[in-house]
């Protein structure tokens, strides 16, 4: 069992930047893969980005976030730059028991997602 604890979360303006933090415990740590989903509403959830032994990025995010782990705290960081009004949403933290991922396609899975965050809200004004 893995539990996740996400913070970081809050109203920013576009163009600004905030960081997001997801503590995990109950397992090693460094055993498996973490990751972000988020989901804005009306629609579906999607692939943000994930960090195992390759890290992953959805189209829409590469370049202005990056994905960073500190295995030392046992924490997964979503640091997000140069945010846009789309971006608003509901950022889940997710796990992957699989460590390894080879494609852009099974990173962006959903279903190979074992565990997941309760969500924080980022919500970007214009």
């Known amino acids: 069992q893995v539990q996740l604890v996400e913070s970081g979360g809050g109203l920013v303006q576009a163009g600004g930047s905030l960081r997001l933090s997801c503590t995990a415990s109950?397992?090693?740590?460094?055993?498996?893969?973490m990751g972000w989903f988020r989901q804005a509403p009306g629609k579906q959830r999607e692939f943000v980005a994930r960090?195992?032994?390759?890290?992953y990025y959805s189209d829409t995010v590469k370049g202005r976030f990056t994905i960073s782990r500190d295995n030392a705290k046992n924490t997964v960081y979503l640091q997000m730059n140069s945010l846009k009004p789309e971006d608003t949403a509901v950022y889940y933290c997710v796990v992957d028991l699989t460590f390894h991922s080879f494609t852009n396609s099974y990173a962006a899975h959903r279903l190979n997602y074992d565990y997941w965050g309760q969500g924080t809200q980022v919500t970007v004004s214009s």
């Open positions: 109950g397992r090693t740590f460094t055993d498996y893969a």
């Open positions: 960090a195992g032994n390759n890290t």
